[in-house]
């Protein structure tokens, strides 16, 4: 990292986006200078990956350690989102402060506040009463504050040793960078969020994150997008017209593979940096029907999740001759405590998915302990996948890609920090969240109907027209979580779209969807919502969106909640309904 000062009267060495002025760089460590890790040292934190490429705002040094704040790591969250003790500064953007902590910690340039730190000249720390006291009364603005969750520290001496390597410029180029990253982090917090999965680990989507990765350079067909589930759930539909329904795992998995690998050739080489474009995979396995056994396995994977087999990646993996060998295994599922009752199935996709003992599995992978057998969360296999086309870049010497995808390893680290701070936002909701309504289920006696709570939402309509939500009484209402960012939900919309379509004017059924946008502009809201043939809940109307977000309980999109003609919650996994039922023959969906 080097140390760099707000300093006007100095060269111009460098920008700070914080405040747009210029910085210098400078020798030693002090409060208010900015620690800013280098291009040429992107694994100095160690083990605390929130650091790469970070910008940290220091904010005390001294005998007793350091503290500061990573300033260029926004996430898709608001104060609000996390806490109620701020609300003038409900909207203000949330950036993630570090690793360190539970807390929203606020910075800001207003001298002047009462139990307010100076850190340096013309940066400050603290005072949060006193500010929504002067934005209450019109004397400061709440984009004059900037909020962080979790800070980062140092023990005494530490951060001396962290520093080194060489001075990075802070450019104007950087705001923009930043923007794309923030574009990025939420497409992945997205699909590690998908289904409303509690924890990063039971993340299942594994096309998706696959989808992710082959956008990174924007080379991928968008209309491939909606051909990855359309060839996953064509795949599902062919092995299970073979099947009884009552074959074991083994059978289902090894019918799986004799299908699949008429469809799909396995070849090697298609991640190298002498064959096929790197960020072409998802592309090129969708044309070609041919890949390296990594790149099936995202397709591969996918249909055997639908048939009701998920399946893992070993640990092994990295160590293995990848992308010429690779394993994956299924495990039978088990009641939360206990032991697992059948010994796990080894898969070889480079061997066309044959199913082979735990012994050809090891001989494989030798001189490694039968722990290199044990399955990883998805996100690792994302996190390899990634390190192996920055491990061809090295090759290569192509600096450029190799900066590329080191960015995206750690903003993919950066979308699982995010969901710490989702889980945190839960927590607060189940141990005492401040104004989130009650909805009233089918099965409940109290509590509010969604009638209730869209009463005052302000409704538009295609072509920009009005709509009351009284109209919305004695109909079955799908209330749809969605934003232009999100991969997933540009795959699920068309599928919804045909199913509505269907529903509403062919079939004429009492059926409405009203679109609620997680969008950050009036901007992306309008030519997303320009798609769309329903209702939505007006982009300015933040008041309603956060209101209906609370109470369906909102963790991931895209999230789709039916109700009944009472206003009554049915369910909150309609888009799993519609998948499973796409063109809607069970609605209403009660039973």
């Known amino acids: 990292m080097e140390r760099i000062r707000k300093d006007s009267k100095a060269t111009l060495t460098g920008y700070d986006v914080r405040n747009g002025t210029w910085a210098v760089e400078i020798d030693e460590v002090q409060p208010g200078c900015l620690l800013v890790s280098s291009p040429e040292t992107f694994r100095f934190a160690g083990s605390r990956l929130v650091l790469d490429q970070s910008v940290v705002l220091l904010v005390r040094h001294g005998a007793s350690g350091s503290s500061g704040f990573i300033i260029n790591r926004p996430t898709q969250y608001n104060v609000g989102d996390v806490t109620k003790k701020l609300p003038m500064f409900e909207q ?12 929203v910690y606020m910075i800001h340039g207003v001298p002047g506040l009462r139990n307010a730190t100076e850190v340096s000249d013309g940066i400050f720390y603290g005072g949060s009463e006193h500010a929504m006291q002067l934005v209450s009364e019109g004397k400061a603005e709440a984009k004059d504050f900037r909020f962080f969750f979790k800070y980062v520290a140092w023990a005494p001496g530490q951060v001396l040793h962290t520093l080194g390597g060489k001075f990075l410029n802070i450019s104007r180029d950087t705001i923009v960078r930043e923007e794309a990253e923030r574009l990025k982090l939420e497409e992945w917090v997205a699909i590690l969020q998908d289904g409303g999965n509690k924890t990063v680990i039971q993340h299942e989507g594994v096309e998706m994150g696959g989808l992710v990765i082959a956008t ?49 050739k396995t070849i090697p080489g298609v991640i190298d940096p002498n064959g096929v474009e790197l960020h072409d995979f998802i592309n090129q396995v969708l044309s070609s029907k041919e890949g390296s056994p990594m790149a099936l396995s995202f397709l591969y994977m996918a249909v055997a999740r639908e048939l009701g087999y998920p399946l893992r990646v070993l640990n092994c993996t990295s160590r293995m001759r990848s992308p010429i060998d690779f394993l994956v295994r299924y495990d039978a599922p088990v009641a939360d405590g ?20 735990k012994e050809e599995a090891m001989s494989k992978i030798p001189g490694e302990e039968e722990a290199s057998l044990g399955p990883v969360p998805h996100v690792q296999l994302y996190s390899r996948f990634m390190h192996s086309y920055v491990d061809s870049a090295a090759k290569a010497g192509d600096e450029d890609s190799l900066v590329l995808w080191l ?60 709509f009351d ?24 919309t068309p599928q919804l779209i045909q199913m509505y379509s269907k529903l509403k004017i062919a079939d004429g059924k009492p059926f409405e969807i009203v679109f609620v946008s997680a969008d950050r502009s009036q901007e992306a809201f309008d030519g997303y919502y320009g798609q769309m043939p329903w209702f939505a809940v007006d982009f300015q109307d933040g008041n309603a969106r ?23 919650l049915i369910t909150g996994e309609g888009r799993r309904l519609v998948m499973d039922d796409p063109m809607g023959d069970n609605f209403p969906w009660t039973q």
């Open 216 to 264: 990174i350079s924007e080379k991928i067909d968008p209309q491939e997008m909606q051909t990855v589930p359309l060839t996953v759930n064509q795949i599902k539909d062919t092995v299970q017209a073979t099947l009884t329904g009552n074959e074991s795992p083994e059978v289902v998995l090894k019918t799986l593979s004799t299908y699949f690998f008429k469809e799909y």
């Open 407 to 466: 960015q995206q390893i750690r903003i993919l680290q950066a979308a699982i920090n995010t969901i710490t701070i989702s889980h945190a936002t839960a927590n607060q909701n189940t141990t005492g969240g401040v104004g989130a309504p009650k909805l009233q289920s089918g099965e409940a006696e109290q509590g509010m109907t969604l009638h209730e709570i869209l009463k005052d939402a302000r409704l538009v309509g295609p072509g920009n027209s009005t």
């Open 546 to 568: 956060s209101t209906l977000s609370s109470a369906i309980g909102v963790e991931g999109i895209p999230k789709l909640a039916l109700f009944d003609t009472e206003g009554r």
């Open 469 to 492: 939500a009284s109209n919305l009484k004695d109909k079955y209402v799908g209330i749809y979580f969605s934003a232009s960012w999100c991969q997933p939900c540009k795959v699920f």
């Open 92 to 103: 203000n953007p949330l950036y993630l402060g570090g690793d360190i902590g539970e807390g």
């Open 338 to 357: 206990e032991a697992a009752q059948a010994d796990p199935i080894f898969l070889d996709l480079a061997a066309e998915g044959s199913i082979i003992s």
